[in-house]
């Protein structure tokens, strides 16, 4: 199984940014499809974004479109999340996901939780107003 940790969340005012990212174990980190997602309190958990193994391709929730960007840097086994022009209700827990086998995968629903077979501890993303 993968290992993630996630990093820089913290607090920012409204129309701030903040980088996230996200450490990954593994020797075929390049075959990962990676993703974001976030929960806020008494919610339940949304997709945000994500990226494939190859390409590599891009996928955002329209909440977040033209706003937050993923890369990865394979080089690194690292991905981050860029989040520019925060607003308050992105205000949540940001987890990072990983499928180790999505390589070898025909079909792929990235915005699907259920897709993805290892998750980081999360790290807590606050905006104030």
Partial sequence: QVQLVE????????????????????????????A???????KEREFAAAI??????TYYADSVKGRFTISRDNAKNTVYLQMNSLKPEDTAVYHCAANSDAWSRATYNYAKGGEYNSWGQGTQ???SS
């Fill in 7 to 34: 990093s820089g969340g913290g607090l920012v005012q409204a129309g701030g940014s903040l980088r996230l990212s996200c450490a990954a174990s593994g020797r075929t980190f390049s075959r990962y499809a990676m």
């Fill in 125 to 127: 993303v606050t905006v």
């Fill in 52 to 57: 494939s193994w190859s390409s590599p391709s």
């Fill in 36 to 42: 974001w997602f976030r929960q806020a309190p008494g």
